[in-house]
């Protein structure tokens, strides 16, 4: 096993340069680090081109801008690096990843709300988009912007007891297009109709009734049969998977390369209206005394 030792992230507060492009030394291990402590663990198989990238941006893998903007330089190196396989998952017990992090979002500096958004378009873009065969392992919960990086891949493996889900109507916000598109690509029209205005969190069981989730394996099984798993995909011969692929996903993607400004606008809009404000902050403060509950 050879590790990506990706050195020199910078993340900048400074807007609009985020980032400065990281200096990658091929060793006999290299690792992604980034400026927030190691949030994001990245190791290549050197045989057989397999990365499993963990998340580990403690308590809960929520997505902040430079969290994002790590997995997204990750998955570029990634990519240019020829990396056939890519296994996401999580470090951080029982959970996947909770999604967006929501402070982002509650009385936001408008500037940097639309980078976020952006950041996020990012790795939507690179993971869906991905010539990897990408399989999430999923070994926690997996609300929203997580559910969404689970359907970014091409196959979904979860440990049983968590919950999966685009739960975003119940903060009183909305899934944008692009969201709703991965999902109707996995459980289709209907379900994806289903599970968006009801803001459904699908028990482990229930996702796999639905085929949210493609198989249930016990949680220590789990990345173990994310590796069996990609075997097969490494198995066909990569140009064939790699346009087969491409010929399934490549209208979704172009639709968002298309419309990404009036996207970042649509979300800069609703998120900073006082309604939406006034949601969040009531499900920030419903998390803080659930948590509070729990010490
Ligand atoms: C017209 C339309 C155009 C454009 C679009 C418009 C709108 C925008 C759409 C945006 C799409 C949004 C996507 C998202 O991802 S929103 C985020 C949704 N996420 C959630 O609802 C998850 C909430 N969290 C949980 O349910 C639980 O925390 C979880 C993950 C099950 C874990 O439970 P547990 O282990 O018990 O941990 P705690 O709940 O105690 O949490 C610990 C700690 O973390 C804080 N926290 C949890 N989740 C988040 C989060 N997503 N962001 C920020 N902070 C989070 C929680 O408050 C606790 O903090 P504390 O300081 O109190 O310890």
């Known amino acids: 096993m050879a590790t990506l030792w990706t050195r020199g992230i910078q993340v900048c507060r400074a807007l609009p340069r985020l980032c400065t492009a990281p200096s990658v030394q091929r060793r006999t291990s290299v690792r992604l680090m980034s400026t927030e402590k190691d949030n994001l663990l990245v190791d290549v198989d050197s045989?057989?081109?397999?990365?499993?990238?963990q998340m580990?941006?403690?308590?809960?893998?929520?997505?902040?801008l430079e969290f994002l903007t790590s997995i997204s330089i990750a998955l570029e190196k990634l990519e240019n690096e020829k990396c056939r396989g890519l296994i996401l998952t999580s470090d951080v017990p029982?959970?996947?990843?909770?999604?967006?992090?929501?402070?982002?979002?509650?009385?936001p500096d408008v500037e940097r709300l639309q980078v976020f958004w952006r950041s996020l378009q990012d790795v939507w873009l690179r993971l869906y988009g991905s010539k990897?065969?990408?399989?999430?392992?999923?070994?926690?919960?997996?609300?929203?912007?997580g559910c969404l990086l689970a359907t970014c891949c091409d196959y979904r493996i979860m440990a049983p007891n968590y919950t999966i889900g685009l739960n975003e109507t119940q903060l009183g916000i909305v899934a944008p297009f692009w969201f709703r598109d991965t999902m109707c690509g996995v459980i289709g029209h209907r379900e994806t109709e289903h599970a968006l205005t009801l803001g459904i969190m699908y028990s482990t069981e229930e996702a796999l009734n639905i085929k949210l989730v493609d198989k249930v394996v016990p949680q220590d099984k789990v990345i173990p049969a994310a590796q069996e798993k990609m075997k097969q995909y490494l198995k066909i011969p990569e140009v064939a998977r790699q346009l087969s692929k491409d010929l399934m996903r490549r209208e979704t993607v172009e639709k968002l390369r298309l419309r990404r400004e009036d996207d970042v606008a649509a979300f800069k809009n609703f998120a900073v209206r006082e309604s939406v404000q006034k949601s969040l902050g009531m499900?920030?403060?419903m998390l803080k005394k659930k948590s509070q509950q729990k010490k």
Do not use: W
Request: charged share 15%.
């Open 47 to 53: 045989k057989t081109g397999v990365a499993t990238m």
């Open 94 to 107: 029982k959970i996947f990843c909770a999604g967006l992090d929501i402070l982002e979002m509650y009385q």
């Open 283 to 285: 499900y920030l403060e």
């Open 132 to 145: 990897m065969a990408t399989i999430a392992a999923i070994n926690g919960h997996s609300p929203a912007g």
């Open 56 to 64: 580990n941006r403690p308590p809960v893998n929520s997505l902040n």
